[in-house]
Every structure is written in C-alpha cells, then in structure tokens.
T-cell receptor, first 113, second 114 residues
Framework: SAVISQKPSRDICQRGTSLTIQCQVD?????MFWYRQQPGQSLTLIAT?????????ESGFVIDKFPISRPNLTFSTLTVSNMSPEDSSIYLC??????????FGPGTRLTVL | QKEVEQNSGPLSVPEGAIASLNCTYS??????FFWYRQYSGKSPELIMS????GDKEDGRFTAQLNKASQYVSLLIRDSQPSDSATYLC??????????????FGDGTTLTVKP
C-alpha cells in the first residue's frame, strides 16, 4: 500500500486564523479524501479531492471554510479557515490506489484556542 | 436509519475468547466491505476486505458476509490484549476505483481483558 505522510502532525492555533494541512503520498493514487474525526467519534468525510478541479464536498462542508487543492496525483492540501474551537479535531487524509480499498495517513491533531 | 450501523459497545471479552463484531448496511447494492482497526490516538488501519458471501479467514481474523441479510461481521479468535481497539466497518457501493467512497460505521470499541 501507499505510504502517506501529513504535515503538521499537530498544531495549536488561535481562533480566527487558518491552517493548511498537507498530504503527500509516495506514489500516484486514484482518489484522495479528507476526513475529520472528533474525539471519541467516528470518521466524517469532508470532501473528495479531485486532481486539477474543484473538490467534491459532503453535506455540511463548504469550500470557503475548507478549501482543498490537489495539483497532482500524489499531493493534496486542506485548509481550515477562520478557525473556531469547534474545529478542534483530527484531520485525516485517505487515499485509494488502483483498488477500492482506502488507506489513511497518520492524521493532524488540531487544537483551536 | 444510518447507512452503516455497528454495535456501539463497548465490547469486553477475556483473553483467549472469541470477539464478535457486527455491522449492518442499508444499501443493497453495496459491493465491497472492509474492517479497519483504530488504536487510540492512531489512524485507522485496514484489517480485512471481503467481496463475496461467506467467510474469509486471515490468521486469527475471520470476516463473514451475508448480502441477503445485509450483514457483515468480524470474528477475532484467541483475543489478545493487543486487539483492544475500536473496529470500524466500511462499505463501498461500487468496485470502481475511480468513483464512490467508503461509508464508515461509528465503530465498536473492544477491550480484551488479561
């Protein structure tokens, strides 16, 4: 399976600021996804990152709040904009590579004060 | 009704016992089924995938699929304390690797007591 890295691994941010999370894969993948997981909760899909076009967002998530880029088949970014304490969560990058199985990155733990 | 439902747990079993984790799904057209294990503070890791009715065994793990009943389960034999984790069931509605997405259940937390 692909090796997935995320940066930063964790961050503490102030209310009203923005944070960009990077997801890098060591090989080309067909699909990339961004999830959020709040403490003790299950995974919530934010969006599917589409290479060269706008991401596909799930209900309840909008581009202005969570802009996503995917310039190529190995890299994507998720920005959490105008953060509030409610955005404190773990953000996970997930990829699919030539199969319908999804693999997850190590996650980014975000705390908003 | 949730698309993918799991027993909320927590489930506690003694070391050496069989742990049984259950999952039901609502979309009868679902094609692919997965079990992930997630240790506290870590990201989910894939344990098993299953596509056809019946049993699929991998070491101490057995996945069971019954599409008619829309039911998939995971059995862990000879449970070890290191199996203590949250287990997530995931379902895909398509085999197409360039479309669709996995729908995840809320997870069942398993504790194996020494």
């Amino acid at each position: 399976s692909a090796v997935i890295s995320q940066k930063p691994s964790r961050d503490i941010c102030q209310r009203g600021t923005s944070l960009t999370i990077q997801c890098q894969v060591d090989s080309q993948v067909t699909m990339m996804f961004w999830y959020r997981q709040q403490p003790g909760q299950s995974l919530t899909l934010i969006a599917t990152a589409n290479q060269g076009s706008e991401a596909t967002y799930e209900s309840g998530f909008v581009i202005d709040k969570f802009p996503i880029s995917r310039p190529n088949l190995t890299f994507s970014t998720l920005t959490v904009s105008n953060m509030s304490p409610e955005d404190s969560s773990i953000y996970l990058c997930s990829v699919r590579q030539n199969t319908d199985t999804q693999y997850f990155g190590p996650g980014t733990r975000l705390t908003v004060l | 009704q949730k698309e993918v439902e799991q027993n909320s747990g927590p489930l506690s079993v003694p070391e050496g016992a069989i742990a049984s984790l259950n999952c039901t799904y609502s979309d009868r057209g679902s094609q692919s089924f997965f079990w992930y294990r997630q240790y506290s503070g870590k990201s989910p890791e894939l344990i098993m995938s299953i596509y056809s009715n019946g049993d699929k065994e991998d070491g101490r793990f057995t996945a069971q699929l019954n599409k008619a009943s829309q039911y998939v389960s995971l059995l862990i034999r000879d449970s070890q304390p290191s199996d203590s984790a949250t287990y997530l069931c995931a379902v895909n509605t398509t085999h197409n690797t360039n479309a669709g997405k996995s729908t995840f259940g809320d997870g069942t937390t398993l504790t194996v007591k020494p």
